[in-house]
């Protein structure tokens, strides 16, 4: 099992940013895409954004298009949701997720809270 530990999360204001981090010590970490979703109360966990094993190709939801930056460090195990303009409604419980084969993991996640 590929242990995933988030963090980064907080409360920030409408316009603000935040950085989520989520490390991992597997060495399977250089060789699978990795995600991030996230969780609004009441709401289904959606998928937030997509990064190919070496971090040449990402894909976004739309409602995080032009805002958020995925991005990862294979030497440190380490992928990264940069998250700009954050709006209320980007309010969620954020995790990571690898799937590698017919397994997958996810964080415990990390609670972002947008508000004023």
């Known amino acids: 099992q590929v242990q995933l530990v988030e963090s980064g999360g907080g409360l920030v204001q409408p316009g603000g940013s935040l950085r989520l981090s989520c490390a991992t010590s597997?060495?399977?970490?250089?060789?699978?895409?990795m995600d991030w979703y996230r969780q609004a109360p009441g709401k289904q966990r959606e998928l937030v954004a997509v990064i190919r094993p070496d971090g040449s190709n990402t894909n976004y939801a739309d409602s995080v298009k032009g805002r958020f930056t995925i991005s990862r460090d294979n030497a440190k195990k380490t992928v990264y949701l940069q998250m700009n303009s954050l709006k209320p409604e980007d309010t969620a419980v954020y995790y990571c997720?690898?799937?590698?084969?017919?397994?997958?993991?996810w964080g415990r996640g990390t609670q972002v809270t947008v508000s004023s």
């Open positions: 997720h690898i799937r590698y084969g017919f397994n997958d993991s």
């Open positions: 597997s060495p399977i970490f250089s060789g699978y895409a």
